[in-house]
């Protein structure tokens, strides 16, 4: 059973930071894309920042970019997302996701991604 747990969400002060944990079970991460991804007005969720296979191709969220990086480590079935000068309107729920389908050629867009976790809340707050 795909199984997909993020932590590292809390609460911190404008320009902290924080990093996301995502621990996969039930497969192994190494042959997928992942995503990170956060609600957005209007919208379900917006991809924060995404990584191939092997990690050779990332894409981030115009918004994030230079502030947030995402990394793997297939050894630990994990991937992360680091997060620097946060920002109140960086306050969400975070979740990541895997495709069904692996390899190469993922979108990142919600509507690529087929197995979700349960979200960890990140607040950035005075």
């Not at 932590?7 to 039930?26: E, I, K, N």
């Not at 920042?49 to 918004?63: F, K, P, Q, T």
Request: hydrophobic share 35%.
């Amino acid at each position: 059973q795909v199984q997909l747990v993020e932590s590292g969400g809390g609460l911190v002060q404008p320009g902290g930071s924080l990093r996301l944990s995502c621990a996969a079970s039930g497969f192994t991460l190494d042959s997928y894309t992942i995503g990170w991804f956060r609600p957005a007005t209007g919208k379900e969720r917006v991809a924060v920042s995404c990584i191939s296979l092997r990690g050779d191709d990332l894409h981030y969220a115009v918004s994030v970019k230079d502030r947030f990086t995402i990394s793997r480590d297939d050894a630990k079935n994990s991937v992360y997302l680091q997060m620097i000068s946060l920002k109140p309107e960086d306050t969400a729920v975070y979740y990541c996701a895997v495709p069904k389908r692996g390899g190469r050629g993922i979108a990142c867009h919600d509507s690529a991604y087929d197995y979700w976790g349960q979200g960890t809340q990140v607040t950035v707050s005075s």
